[in-house]
């Protein structure tokens, strides 16, 4: 009787009764992973070593050999009464698996084919061949394929070439053809099956060098007897907008040859790479990366480069914060100061934080509000939408840790009182949470350096170590203490146990017997909630 859990792909069920049917039991197992599409079980008698019990054959149809080992807890799985000698067993064997060659292997492609005289189409889904239906041939005809001679390119200006194309096969009844360099196409003005003449505008492409190619839709590409002639389109720089500005501005180039794809778009302010926001044939928006001075700005399409140059304003930089240290739950103001000599609207940020209520008091100060954030150090950035990024590194320090655990041990029953040593605590024990590992330490005491809390019982079969842990809000606390782990132990040997109370209403004393009473320490009782503290 009682019940035991399941725990398979990283879940466990709730409790199941020893008596589960097959249907709730099949139920319990597939919520463990959404990703199984079914699980079968059939349930049948079992006796072994002369006891009898229950045997259940979980199938799992599974596509792929991803099945992970069912683990199962018994703790809670109580023996008859007519049989107080036997402990219950629940034992898991894993007899098939099916993709495992134990059985049985997946037949080769190769063994599925049937001899053809012309070449197949295969088509394969993990590694599995699919089935030809109907004709799956497909033939190479050399008396369609289109051939292409010799092509001539001349130069009409500087956007405008004209190319001749001379072959075979060139054209065919009823199918369109196309001449090509990279993704511009040549405008046809002359066709026939041996003869092609065209006009090619590169004045929208992207730079680079282009090979020139014919196809002829339905058939495919020309065979070309002679080495591809090329096209190369430059690439045009006419303007930077702006020139002169700070770190993170978003600058604007205008000219040509740009493209499409800011993936194939490379741009250097000095050494420093740019994050390209967007990219068309005639315009470029990055936005400038950190850097001092003048710098030359180098832009790369497709191997081919022009250079330009960017110059960081200094009339708009960040050089200190006051305070640098602060904690992770304050609401209090803090100061930029540096030089902000714009009517821009400003932003300040602290780490990923936005800071609000920002006053931008004068020309050299700002002043904003920082809410609740993470632990750490994180960099103060002042940002306006015409100049970018205050040029300047300047940071706050976050701080919410714990330095010391004392006592770092304490009996299994709870009751210990322990002194969690740190900074950055709240005066506010509502505002904190101090666990030790799962189980929650309940505050006594608190300032912004220690808190004293009261251990609850760590029940059997848990953890003797458990990691002390501080949180506000989401943010959890950081561990500096000289050894870097921050644990509390409990000790078997130090848990009381409790076997007879006498109160005396004529002395007032309350004797307590037992086992197991520290001697060290002047220990606290609770009675109903209040307490008293004896000698020892």
């Known amino acids: 009787t009682g019940t035991f859990r399941i725990t398979q792909f990283g879940n466990t069920t709730p409790p199941l009764d020893f008596g589960i049917g097959v249907s709730c039991l099949s139920q319990a197992i597939s919520a463990l992973n959404s990703s199984i599409p079914q699980v079968s079980i059939y349930s049948r008698s079992d006796i072994r070593n002369g006891e009898s019990g229950v045997a259940w054959d979980i199938s799992y149809d599974l596509t792929q050999d991803n099945l992970q080992p069912i683990q199962v807890s018994i703790s809670n799985l109580v023996a008859p009464n007519s049989v ?210 003048t710098v030359n700005v180098t832009i790369t399409v497709n191997s081919v480069s022009v250079n330009s140059s960017f110059t960081y304003t200094q009339a708009f930089t960040v050089t200190r914060v006051d ?31 936005q800071c609000f209520n920002v006053e931008h008091l004068n020309t050299s100060t700002i002043k904003c509000h920082l809410g609740g954030g993470s632990p750490g150090v994180h960099q103060v950035k002042v940002s306006s939408q015409n ?58 005491q608190i300032n912004s350096t220690n808190i004293i809390c009261r251990t609850r019982a760590q029940y059997s079969g848990r953890p003797n170590s458990s990691n002390v842990t501080a949180t506000i809000n989401q943010f959890s606390s950081s561990c500096v203490t000289s050894s870097g782990l921050c644990q509390f132990t409990y000790n078997q040997v130090t848990n009381n146990n409790i076997s007879s109370a006498t109160y005396n209403v004529t002395t007032n004393i309350l004797s307590i017997s037992g086992s197991e009473f520290l001697t060290n320490e002047i220990p606290t009782v609770i009675i109903s909630g209040t307490f008293s503290n004896p000698k020892k």
Not at 432 to 442: A, E, K, P
């Open 387 to 444: 100049l970018g990024d205050a040029i300047g590194n300047v940071s706050i320090a976050r701080y919410f840790e714990i330095s010391n655990i004392s006592p770092s041990s304490g009996g299994r029953n709870g009751g210990s009182l322990v002194t969690v040593s740190g900074k950055g605590f709240p005066n506010d024990s509502s505002k904190i949470t101090l666990s030790f590992g799962d189980r929650q330490c309940d505050i006594v």
């Open 84 to 293: 107080p000698s036997t402990n219950p067993v629940i034992n898991v064997t894993k007899l098939i698996s099916g993709n495992s060659g134990d059985f049985y292997s997946l037949i080769s492609g190769d063994f599925l084919r049937v001899p053809e005289t012309l070449p197949q189409v295969h088509v394969k889904v993990n590694n599995a061949t699919a089935e030809c239906a109907t004709n799956c041939s497909f033939i190479y005809r050399d008396s369609i394929t289109p051939i292409v001679d010799s092509i001539s390119v001349q130069s009409i200006s500087s956007d405008l070439y004209s190319v001749e194309v001379k072959g075979s096969l060139l054209t065919s009844s009823g199918l369109s053809t196309i001449v090509r360099a990279g993704t511009t196409v040549c405008s046809i003005s002359t066709i026939n099956s041996t003869f092609i003449a065209c006009n090619l505008n590169i004045s929208n492409s992207v730079a680079g060098q282009h090979k020139i190619v014919v196809s002829v839709n339905g058939i495919g590409y020309a065979i070309q007897k002679q080495s591809p002639q090329t096209i190369s389109v430059p690439l045009v720089l006419n303007n930077v907008n702006p020139s002169l500005s700070s770190v993170n501005s978003y600058i604007t180039f205008t000219g040509k040859g740009f493209g499409n794809d800011v993936n194939k778009v490379s741009v250097l302010f000095g050494d420093k790479t740019s994050t390209v926001i967007s990219a068309n044939r005639n315009q470029l928006v990055c936005l400038s990366p950190v850097g001092t001075g």
């Open 323 to 353: 305070p640098t240290q602060t904690d992770v739950f304050s609401y209090a103001p803090i100061f930029v100061f540096g030089n902000f000599n714009t009517s821009d609207q400003l932003s300040v940020t602290v780490g990923n934080q």
